[in-house]
């Protein structure tokens, strides 16, 4: 009897103590999943806001970033936003950190984007040392964001475009040029890796513009978006600034108007994106009155390429117009 007893004393001692064990585990792993963060989806802005672009010379050149102010002062007009450009050409993380105060922290923003690596790597092959440095001075750089109160949004270096840099007259290291567009892959995947466990804002610069190029090429083998291999050209920087748009979901639809006629005859009109008045439903047509609140999205004519490319005025400046009831046929639309 004793020793049955202390046998089942055992089992029961084992037991709890699995028992505790397993719930301590997990309680370890809902903590951890209690601390897992949500990546940044939706700027959030109301006038005064600020948004500073931080980079190197790809920013510097004003395009982008040009071209996202101009989205955002047609699609939201009564809306006053102040934007600052913080690229300098040759720039690397580290720079950006001896410059922080003067260049991001002076303008008090709310959201920064942050365009570095294409310098960081120094355009050789993958360095382990080269790496980390980059590592270390963007994790100082995002520190120091977060400091000011404002929210990062990483965004991948862009392309570095080796065919480009081989049609080119520039003498360059063949394996450099080889290998140079995945070391900057593996520099956007940590990023997004950041990114995604902090909380932050992700834009991916890259994927879109490979994909268009190698797209492209089907056609063209010459193609190139990137001339120098570096510096996007006026369409190739249509294509970061629909990434950038994109990524962060802004609102896409300038405006719908959809016109029915109700069972009494009476025509109804369901809206978004403006004021419609003056409406018309007869026999000889339909007419009506239309007030936009925002304007679409356009882009200067040296760039147009860039916005057939992405599709940018049916995936961003959409202005759709429904009208149901009519009989079947062919019909005019006119708008003055």
């Not at 109160?149 to 080889?178: C, H, N, Q, Y």
């Not at 510096?231 to 600034?241: K, L, R, S």
């Amino acid at each position: 009897m004793k020793r049955l007893m202390v046998r089942t004393k055992l089992i029961y001692t084992i037991t709890l103590g699995m028992f505790l064990m397993s719930t301590g585990l997990l309680q370890a792993q809902e903590a951890q999943q209690q601390a897992y963060k949500t990546p940044l989806s939706k700027l959030e802005l109301k006038s005064g806001d600020s948004i500073v672009f931080l980079g190197d010379s790809i920013t510097h050149q004003c395009l982008y970033t040009q071209y996202v102010e101009d989205f955002f002062y047609t699609r939201y007009p009564k809306m006053r936003l102040k934007f600052h450009n913080a690229g300098v050409g040759g720039a690397k993380a580290w720079d950006a950190l001896v410059r922080f105060d003067r260049d991001v922290a002076a303008y008090k923003p709310k959201y920064v984007t942050v365009l570095l690596g294409m310098n960081d790597g120094q355009y050789q092959p993958f360095n382990e040392a080269i790496f980390q440095t980059y590592y270390n001075d963007m994790k100082e750089l995002i520190t120091k964001i977060e400091a000011i109160k404002a929210t990062p949004i990483l965004m991948t270096p862009t392309m570095f475009d080796a065919r480009a840099a081989r049609m080119g007259t520039r003498k360059r290291d063949p394996s450099a040029v080889e290998l140079y567009n995945s070391v900057l892959a593996y520099y956007g995947a940590w990023l997004r890796e950041v990114a995604a466990e902090s909380g932050f804002g992700f834009v991916d610069m890259y994927g879109p513009l490979n994909n268009i190029t190698i797209a492209a090429r089907q056609k063209d083998p010459h193609f190139t978006l990137i001339r120098d291999a570096i510096h996007p050209d006026e369409p190739g920087q249509v294509v970061m600034a629909v990434a950038l748009l994109s990524d962060m979901n802004v609102q896409r639809q300038v405006s719908r108007i959809t016109i029915s006629e109700k069972a009494n005859g009476e025509p109804a009109a369901v809206v978004r994106g403006g004021k419609l008045t003056d409406l018309v439903y007869d026999a000889d047509g339909v007419s009506f009155t239309w007030q936009a609140d925002s304007l679409p999205w356009v882009v200067p004519q040296d760039a147009q390429l860039g916005a057939e490319l992405t599709k940018l005025g049916h995936r961003m400046s959409q202005e759709a117009l429904s009208i149901h009831g009519r009989a079947a046929g062919r019909y005019e639309l006119t708008i003055d």
